[in-house]
């Protein structure tokens, strides 16, 4: 009998709910690629061909070494991301793809990073941290006071929004757990929008 591979019926789906953080080991340059090795506690879990979020971008595992895995990225996405600046050494957001009977505890995210933000302030505050971010102003229709956004993977609730600038509080558990203990200013990270507000955004712009 001939097997075959079934391919899903969706694409990955994942949540902003970070579940490790990895370390990048090493990274090689081939072309226009950059495939990294990343280190982490779920690197020996992990499946050839499974969709892993990093930093909020969806990235195939081509190979898994014990408790690292190798993962490659294209000019697309080190273009539209920051994974053009990791470094050695770097920590790593890390996320599997939500299953489907499972809670859906933070909001939507595909793993299709839109643009990047860079950071203009960090504030300790009494038991939390205050981040404001600076993004290109042409997706200032995609966010709104309050609303939810991908933030190097992490699904947090942005305030004090403005046209091109916003604001994150982070809870000392997200801290800990994230890289964001690691982001101060002039730190590029990746933004995913609401996919919602995107669609909406699409539509609104197509003449009726």
């Given at each position: 009998?001939?097997?075959?591979?079934?391919?899903?019926?969706?694409?990955?789906?994942?949540?902003?709910?970070?579940?490790?953080?990895?370390?990048?080991?090493?990274?090689?340059?081939?072309?226009?690629?950059?495939?990294?090795?990343?280190?982490?506690?779920?690197?020996?879990?992990?499946?050839?061909?499974?969709?892993?979020?990093?930093?909020?971008?969806?990235?195939?595992?081509?190979?898994?070494?014990?408790?690292?895995?190798?993962?490659t990225a294209i000019a697309e996405t080190l273009q539209k991301s920051n994974l053009d600046t990791w470094q050695t050494g770097d920590l790593v957001n890390i996320e599997r793809c939500m299953l489907?009977?499972?809670?859906?505890?933070?909001?939507?995210?595909?793993?299709?990073?839109?643009?990047?933000?860079?950071?203009?302030?960090?504030?300790?505050?009494?038991?939390?941290?205050?981040?404001?971010?600076?993004?290109?102003?042409?997706?200032?229709?995609?966010?709104?006071?309050?609303?939810?956004?991908?933030?190097?993977?992490?699904?947090?609730?942005?305030?004090?929004?403005?046209?091109?600038?916003?604001?994150?509080?982070?809870?000392?558990?997200?801290?800990?757990?994230?890289?964001i203990k690691n982001i101060d200013a002039g730190s590029v990270v990746n933004l995913e929008f609401d996919m919602i507000g995107k669609?909406?955004?699409?539509?609104?712009?197509?003449?009726?």
């Open positions: 009998m001939k097997h075959t591979t079934k391919k899903p019926i969706f694409a990955p789906m994942f949540t902003g709910i970070i579940e490790t953080i990895g370390k990048v080991e090493e990274i090689i340059v081939s072309g226009t690629n950059k495939t990294f090795w990343v280190t982490s506690s779920l690197s020996q879990e992990f499946k050839v061909d499974q969709s892993v979020s990093h930093n909020g971008v969806c990235l195939t595992v081509e190979e898994i070494q014990g408790n690292r895995h190798r993962v489907m009977n499972a809670r859906l505890d933070g909001h939507i995210v595909q793993g299709h990073v839109d643009t990047t933000a860079t950071c203009i302030s960090r504030t300790a505050l009494d038991g939390s941290w205050e981040f404001r971010f600076t993004f290109p102003s042409a997706f200032a229709a995609l966010v709104i006071e309050k609303g939810s956004i991908s933030l190097n993977g992490i699904s947090l609730t942005i305030f004090n929004v403005t046209l091109n600038e916003f604001s994150i509080a982070i809870i000392p558990y997200t801290f800990e757990h994230t890289n669609y909406v955004a699409r539509l609104a712009a197509i003449p009726h």
